[in-house]
């Protein structure tokens, strides 16, 4: 079992950034790939970024690429997703997940685990 716990969301205006945080306990943490999901008010969850077990490979969804940056240490068992230049249709709930898995997959129902979410609002 691996726990995801979210970290980081909250309010920003418009070009301005935010850093969320996803920590899970545990020694297998580098067994799994993990992957950054978002959902919107009324829209189906999407895939934003993942990244593979070593941090050697990252895939991003085209509407941020250039903006967002995942990255990861294994050593701390943590998940970065860097958010820059932020715009309002980025707001959602963002949710880590996570895949024992060689590959990055974009389909949310390849995902074992998932965190609670944490909410993203960026105002105009």
């Known amino acids: 079992q691996v726990q995801l716990v979210e970290s980081g969301g909250g309010l920003v205006q418009a070009g301005g950034s935010l850093r969320l945080s996803c920590t899970t306990s545990?020694?297998?943490?580098?067994?799994?790939?993990i992957g950054w999901f978002r959902q919107a008010p009324g829209k189906e969850r999407e895939f934003v970024a993942g990244?593979?077990?070593?941090?050697?490979?990252?895939y991003y969804a085209d509407s941020v690429t250039g903006r967002f940056t995942i990255y990861r240490d294994n050593a701390k068992n943590t998940v970065s997703l860097q958010m820059n230049s932020l715009k309002p249709e980025d707001t959602a709930v963002y949710y880590c997940?996570?895949?024992?898995?060689?590959?990055?997959?974009?389909?949310?129902?390849?995902?074992?685990?998932w965190g609670q979410g944490t909410q993203v609002t960026v105002s105009s």
């Open positions: 997940t996570a895949v024992n898995s060689l590959r990055i997959p974009v389909s949310a129902s390849e995902y074992a685990y």
């Open positions: 990244v593979s077990r070593s941090g050697g490979s990252t």
């Open positions: 545990g020694r297998t943490f580098s067994r799994y790939a």
